[in-house]
């Protein structure tokens, strides 16, 4: 089943609107969560790390005070697009890594959640 | 800078027939590559992985080959079948300490169709 659930899966809303995302891994501790931004037809591309109890740290081109992140618990991470205009329409995708390595899924990923502004 | 590149947008094969799919990447710190499903409005689903010190990863149907050399690696599926049809990232990652450590970076997904 799911490790990692996403929250909500599609949100409709009007432009001006600050949308809150959830993420929560649900059988382990996650130190580090990562959010992905996923255009129609192209890759995902990482916007920020998030760590617990830390600032996250943004990927260059990524506005920080449109895309608020808050890892306040080892299994919640949230992301708030502030003010959000339909250029931020797209898909967003978060992932969980456990505290120690594993080989086999360095990454846990959610859902997503299909963001439409209005 | 794309530092992690799959060159064919799509690709449609023959159920029973084998899939190959090819990814190219430029940053020598990566030494942890992936391959992933993914569907449309979902999250990716993890197929195979394999480290720099291995050339070869076998798992059931799926195998990923490394060329390090080369840069490239490559994912095959034997036999196809119409419920592979999806589209199929290759990431990357650094194992190595540092700021980069366990990030992916993503090729831009190919899609691969499955003919009955």
């Known amino acids: 089943g799911a490790v990692v659930s996403q929250h909500p899966s599609w949100v409709i809303c009007k432009s001006g609107t600050s949308v809150k995302i959830e993420c929560r891994s649900l059988?382990?501790?996650?130190?580090?969560m990562f959010w992905y931004r996923q255009f129609p037809k192209q890759s995902l591309m990482l916007m920020a790390t998030s760590n617990e109890g830390s600032k996250a740290t943004y990927e260059q081109g990524v506005e920080k005070d449109k895309f608020l992140i808050n890892h306040a618990s080892l299994t919640l991470s949230t992301l708030t697009v502030t003010s959000a205009h339909p250029e931020d329409s797209s898909f967003y995708i978060c992932s969980a890594r456990r505290a120690a390595w594993d080989s086999n899924q360095p990454q846990h990923f959610g859902d997503g959640t299909r963001l439409s502004i209005l | 800078d794309q530092q992690v590149k799959q060159n064919s947008p799509s690709l449609s094969v023959q159920e029973g027939r084998i899939s190959i799919l090819n990814c190219d990447y430029t940053n020598s710190m990566f030494d942890y590559f992936l391959w992933y499903k993914k569907y449309p409005a979902e999250g990716p689903t993890f197929l195979i992985s394999i480290s720099s010190i291995k050339d070869k990863n076998e798992d059931g149907r799926f195998t990923v080959f490394l060329n390090k050399s080369a840069k490239h690696l490559s994912l095959h599926i034997v036999p196809s079948q119409p419920g592979d049809s999806a589209v199929y990232f290759c990431a990357a990652t650094p194992t190595a300490g540092g700021t980069s450590y366990g990030k992916l970076t993503f090729g831009q997904g190919t899609i691969l169709t499955v003919h009955p």
């Open positions: 059988d382990f501790q996650a130190t580090t």
